[in-house]
């Protein structure tokens, strides 16, 4: 299992930027000393608890609390009731239809889903709030429910909110290219009827939560929790409750695991803000297990119907065609963002010229999704590398030429796609050839023969994988121009203290990712001094100033936004730094460097300031100095290049960044039972420079891991009265030790040319894990019945259903011409 | 491992922890879990589900791995128990220090319970294979490493005091 093996860097890097600098963070987090927001209490605080729907869709009839308030030691309740006239519906970022959707921090008037929080109750211990949680009484009237994104589409299905007039939250054609001429030249037009991205996540071991605190001197709340994107909480909470965005001060040190699924919790968030106002305390939740899978942040859930691909005779794929319907559940909390960020992969890792995709999203009786690892592009790359091996299986092509030939070229670097996406660099097929190295692909044919002696049927899978990073928020005016988002951005500060010591704040959330480590190297390199110098506070506050509206930690950004900013405020500090000492020196600013921990004359090393002497001059020692001493403080805003794309073409640059990988895996499956393994893995990675090798290596081992959960174990499946068949570790099974299989790794680098240190953002490239289980298994069915992969979770009774009825999943697939 | 009666109301408890003797009255349903956490404020000892899947909460009770949550405090009643802040003192044990050398962690959620597994594992089996430490750590669940590292670290902390 351990078998890791990497390539050497391709990058030649000097100082700390490029080496395996031991992580900043371990030490706490090993003695046990982390703090994560559940490990911080306040005299006097109560615990909240959250009574949730039992129906999956229903009619609030009534509520009474008063049996629970009449408990010793409740403090106090919330209802939908009052949350309705105390805030109003959060901010919708869809138009219409979804943007009449109104959304609560409790259930108003109608449930949704089950484990939809109705009451939140507040007492001295979280076993009493849970207790009296019980004696509230809530009627309800059920109504119909519907599960199937498909059917909630249909006329005459249940209506989840009538505002929107019916379940639709948002549709939209993109078409680039001429997709009609290409089928009209194809040799040969493959077409699979039906294809279904399962319904996941990645299940945090932290649970969301936060403890709140109302200052009613200020009017200001504190919010000590695990939000992983506190500038996008702020922008929904704050107008909701009817404040401004500065009465909300986020905070944040250690966070268990985030993944996307810790960006939707304002809602909650919300509810315990009024809690703390109302009864004067600090109220503290901690969300339990089971509420998590059965109400946040599910993955989407996609349908791909009725898609066709444009073939030439030599392989060459022109077109596709094809109509998604993304499941969004009971909420739009995040969405439909999903229906455009799917368009930053458009063309996959592949030469398309020619797309049409219809998207629709649907609103369910189910949990609300929101992003997941992968968020949006995972489904569609899925749906990309489904195409592949369908198109090479189904017209006899050799997968791996087919990839080969089809892959967007290293020659055509930087490239821009159909829909005006600039891949910044890369070498797709190099990637390839490196994974079918690490997996010994020249003898798969051998072992598919000596497992067939042990009665198993082998099969290998490839799966190509983009993760794109630093969007453009602009690309949210494709889906309703009315928005008045664009661009991204990230915040640094460093300063010198008193003493000298190099202070750095971000505006990031971690959780995991080594942010500590990471920007350290980056300010050590600059100001020329050891990375023990430079201490990096630990999480985030929006109190130091260090943040912007976009701040936060998701979407494959921190090497490109998080390290732009550190670099351009330790620029702008190392310039201050170099002025001081040359009005020490009286020489000139080209005079100074910085190196070996000082600000020294190049020309003369004994004309040396030590970096306590810079921090002392403007905060300390001030009598007898230069008058007018730079601060030794610099704050740097971060801005990518972007535009706002074209709305009419929905063309544009939507993200900045394109890491790329390539995983690969050998399956045994017993053709009895459906049973299978992996027995064999590799990954390769490019996300250009590489800050920490090491740490890169570990956020490809951990996307890894999630994938295989993803393909193998995990899903959020519902019955047909909408309750969660997986609510907690037991039934939703996420990989043990016992499930890995043997895994090595390599790296290349592609710096990018768009970054300030060439990196790319990464971390969410896992999803190949789920396109090459999937193909493996297809390859594996091929002797035996020769079933298709068309969904991308493929539990062993699953795997069975194909052996024994490979006609279901053939009938989905036709070749024409 | 010796496990008191189980009572039914409010009861005074002595229980070591980390080699400090307490006294404390729980509810007769408290966790231990959340008496360590809540009522020692040892928060090292972290919580991650509801059903006893995770091992995020895992601590020493006489010397054995448990669950903290699938006991109660009352239940730990004279007992000795020994939870992350207890591996060492300021110095890390040769087991932290691996984790931290192989990159075992990334968030560090999972970790005390992953480091009070492998310490009792090393315990019983000072130079585990990695087929012993996968199955001795198949208790714990980590969403950010998918493992590797952590088998890695063990295997090597093994090795270190065999």
């Known amino acids: 299992m351990t078998t890791v093996e990497t390539e050497g860097t391709t990058t030649l890097q000097k100082g700390f930027v490029g080496q395996n600098v031991p992580r900043r963070e371990d030490r706490r987090l090993v003695q046990g000393e982390g703090v994560y927001f ?12 959250f009574l949730r729907s039992p129906y999956a869709h ?40 979804g943007a009449s959707v109104k ?90 009827s039906e294809l279904h991205f399962d319904r996941f996540n990645s299940t945090p071991l932290e649970l969301d939560g936060a403890l709140v605190e109302y200052n009613r001197g200020t009017g200001q709340w504190t919010i000590t929790t695990n939000n992983q994107f506190p500038g996008f909480a702020v922008i929904m909470m704050a107008p909701a409750m009817r404040v401004g965005t500065d009465k909300l001060r986020m905070v944040t040190q250690d966070i268990g695991g985030g993944f996307g699924n810790k960006i939707t919790s304002h809602p909650q968030l919300v509810a315990l803000c009024l809690l703390a106002r109302k009864l004067n305390r600090p109220v503290q939740w901690t969300e339990w297990r089971t509420d998590f899978h059965q109400s946040m942040s599910h993955g989407n859930e996609r349908w791909f119907l009725d ?95 087919l990839r080969k030939k089809n892959y967007v070229q290293p020659g055509q670097m930087p490239y821009e796609t159909p829909n005006g996406c600039v891949y910044d660099s890369g070498d797709y097929p190099r990637a390839l050839d490196l994974v079918l190295d690490l997996i010994g692909y020249d003898t798969i044919e051998q072992r598919r023969e000596e497992a067939a002696s042990r009665g198993k049927l082998l099969g290998f899978g490839i799966g190509s994988t983009l993760d794109s990073g630093t ?152 009598a007898g100095f230069p008058v007018d001493p730079p601060p030794m403080n610099a704050r740097f805003v971060y801005r990518p290049p972007f535009e706002v794309p074209d709305k009419e073409r929905k063309f544009g640059n939507l993200t900045l960044t394109y890491s790329m990988q390539i995983h690969a895996c050998v399956v045994e499956v017993d053709p009895e039972t459906g049973v299978y393994e992996l027995v064999d893995y590799a990954a390769v990675d490019d996300c250009g420079v590489r800050v920490n090798p090491k740490i890169v290596e570990g956020q490809v081992m951990g996307a890894t891991a999630h994938a295989i959960g993803a393909a193998m174990f995990e899903v959020f499946a519902y019955d047909d009265e909408g309750n969660l068949l997986t609510p907690n570790f037991y039934d939703y099974h ?84 | 491992m010796r496990v008191a009666a189980t009572p039914t109301s409010s009861q005074i408890v002595t229980v070591t922890v980390n080699g400090t003797a307490y006294e404390r009255e729980v509810p007769a349903r408290r966790l231990l879990v959340h008496f360590l956490r809540d009522d020692l404020d040892l928060t090292g000892t972290h919580i991650g589900c509801d059903t006893g899947s995770c091992g995020a909460c895992t601590v020493h009770l006489d010397g054995v791995a448990v669950k903290s949550c699938a006991v109660l405090a009352v239940q730990a009643d004279g007992a000795q128990v020994t939870t992350v802040e207890g591996l060492g003192d300021d110095e890390l044990t040769p087991l932290q220090q691996s984790f931290s050398d192989h990159h075992a962690l990334q968030c560090g959620y999972c970790t005390p319970g992953m480091l009070m597994s492998a310490s009792a594992l090393l315990a019983e089996n000072a130079s585990p294979t990695e087929e012993e430490v996968k199955v001795g750590l198949q208790g714990n669940i980590c969403r950010c490493t998918g493992y590797w590292n952590i088998v890695e670290a063990v295997v090597a902390a093994g090795k270190g005091s065999a």
């Not at chain 1, 998207?359 to 995972?378: D, E, L």
């Open chain 1, 38 to 49: 559940d490990d911080v209490k306040r005299h006097g605080m109560g615990y909240v608890h």
């Open chain 1, 58 to 97: 229903a009619r609030i009839t009534s509520i009474d609390v008063s049996a629970a308030l009449e408990l010793p030691g409740v403090y106090g309740t919330l209802t939908g009731d009052e949350v309705a006239i105390l805030t109003d519906p959060f901010f919708q970022i869809a138009a219409e239809p």
């Open chain 1, 103 to 192: 959304d609560f921090a409790l259930a108003v008037g109608k449930v949704r889903y089950v484990g939809e929080p109705v009451v939140a109750v507040v007492a001295e211990t979280r076993e009493l709030a849970r207790d009296a949680s019980e004696l509230v009484m809530v009627d309800y009237d059920p109504l119909d429910v519907v599960v199937d994104a498909r059917k909630a589409l249909e006329d005459g299905a249940p209506v989840l909110h009538e505002d929107c007039g019916g379940n639709m939250s948002y549709t939209g054609v993109w078409e680039w290219g001429d997709v009609d001429a290409a089928f009209a030249e194809a040799d040969h037009v493959v077409s699979i």
């Open chain 1, 307 to 401: 898609t066709e691909v444009a073939v030439k005779a030599d392989g060459t794929m022109t077109a596709f065609r094809t109509k998604a319907i993304d499941d969004a559940g009971a909420y739009l909390r995040y969405e439909p963002l999903g229906g455009v960020i799917w368009s930053q992969v458009a063309a996959g890792m592949y030469g398309w010229r020619n797309i049409r995709l219809e998207f629709t999203q649907a609103m369910t009786n189910k949990a609300p999704v929101s992003p997941n690892r992968g968020y949006s592009r995972m489904q569609h790359l899925w749906f990309t590398e489904r195409i592949i091996d369908i198109v090479a299986h189904e017209l006899g092509f050799d997968r791996v030429e």
């Open chain 1, 471 to 622: 969007n453009n928020f602009g690309q949210s005016q494709l889906l309703n121009p009315e928005l008045q988002f664009s661009g991204n951005n990230e915040v640094a500060t460093v300063k010198l203290d008193i003493f000298g010591e190099v202070v750095v704040t971000l505006g990031t959330t971690p959780q995991g990712q080594s942010h500590e480590t990471t920007a350290a190297q980056v300010v050590a390199d600059i100001l020329g001094c050891d990375v023990d110098l430079v201490h990096v506070r630990a999480g985030h506050d929006s109190y130091w100033n260090s943040h912007a509206g976009f701040s936060g930690t998701y979407a494959s950004q921190f090497a490109v936004t998080g390290l732009g900013a550190v670099k351009g405020a330790t620029e702008e500090l190392a310039r201050q730094m170099k002025t001081l000492a040359s009005m020490v020196f009286q020489c000139s600013v080209d005079d100074i460097e910085l190196a070996d921990g000082f600000a020294r004359m190049k020309e003369n090393a004994e004309a040396a300031l030590p970096f306590m002497a810079l921090g002392a001059i403007p905060n300390a020692n001030n």
């Open chain 1, 734 to 817: 996420v990989p043990h030790t016992l499930d890995m299989p043997p895994l090595k790794t390599a790296a290349i680098e592609s710096p990018s040319p768009f970054t300030p240190l060439g990196t790319k953002g990464m971390g969410e490239g896992g999803g190949g894990g789920i396109h090459c289980i999937g193909a493996a298994l297809q390859d594996a069915l091929r002797s035996s019945g020769g079933a298709v992969v068309t969904s991308s979770h493929n539990p062993y009774h699953r795997v069975w259903e194909m052996l024994r009825h490979p006609e279901r999943s053939r009938e989905k697939v036709e070749v024409k011409g």
